[in-house]
């Protein structure tokens, strides 16, 4: 059983900067393709950002791309997501997730899920 534990979300100002890390555990992260999804206040859960095994391939939802950097280390188990230019729109629950299958934006295709972190952007 995969287990994931996300942590780093805060409460920044817009403009800054925050760092996610995703712990992987139960099983080796380099097995798995990994996600990053978001849940703001009434809104359906979202793709953020997917990161190959190796981690030499990366997607990026388009209004993330130039400021959000997914990387991974396979040594370590865990998972990045870097958030720079943060806008208040960037408000959310992040979620990092676990996928056997191939890098997608489907949530469905992810079958292992992390608590989230809040991630709040204030104006």
């Known amino acids: 059983q995969v287990q994931l534990v996300e942590s780093g979300g805060g409460l920044v100002q817009t403009g800054g900067s925050l760092r996610l890390s995703c712990a992987v555990s139960g099983h080796t992260g380099s097995n798995y393709v990994m996600g990053w999804f978001r849940q703001a206040p009434g809104k359906e859960r979202e793709f953020v950002a997917a990161?190959?095994?190796?981690?030499?391939?990366?997607d990026y939802l388009d209004s993330v791309k130039g400021r959000f950097t997914a990387s991974r280390d396979n040594g370590k188990n865990a998972i990045y997501l870097q958030m720079s230019i943060l806008k208040p729109e960037d408000t959310a629950v992040y979620y990092c997730?676990?996928?056997?299958?191939?890098?997608?934006?489907?949530?469905?295709?992810?079958?292992?899920w992390g608590q989230g972190t809040q991630v709040t952007v204030s104006s």
């Open positions: 990161i190959s095994r190796s981690g030499g391939l990366t």
């Open positions: 997730a676990a996928s056997s299958g191939y890098l997608s934006r489907r949530s469905d295709q992810y079958a292992y």
